[in-house]
């Protein structure tokens, strides 16, 4: 059985920094592609980054290229969301998941994590 469990959402304030922490588990980790997705209300649910998890090679949108940065830890089958910089606009639930595709497409990614909230103060 696969199961993504996030971590690390909290209360930061304008500027500052936070880490999300995604466990992975059940996963054949060398064929996947982790990413982070973000959703506020009312919106879709907007791409924020992936990783391959073989390679370590990532990608990001320009909405948070050069503040967000993606690593994984294989040992500790762990994807983390490292946000810097941190804007009231990035406010949102913020979710991992994973894919048997490098994309961005939030369609084609078949396992969720149930979300941790992030909420950035002026």
């Known amino acids: 059985q696969v199961r993504l469990v996030e971590s690390g959402g909290g209360l930061v304030q304008a500027g500052g920094s936070l880490r999300l922490s995604c466990v992975a588990s059940g996963l054949t980790f060398r064929s996947y592609a982790m990413a982070w997705f973000r959703q506020t209300p009312g919106k879709e649910r907007e791409f924020v980054g992936n990783?391959?998890?073989?390679?370590?090679?990532?990608y990001y949108p320009d909405t948070v290229k050069g503040r967000f940065a993606i690593s994984r830890d294989i040992a500790k089958n762990t994807v983390y969301l490292q946000m810097n910089s941190l804007e009231p606009v990035d406010t949102a639930v913020y979710y991992c998941a994973a894919a048997n595709h490098f994309t961005t497409t939030q369609d084609r990614y078949d396992y969720w994590g149930q979300g941790t909230q992030v909420t950035v103060s002026s």
């Open positions: 990783i391959r998890w073989g390679s370590g090679v990532s």
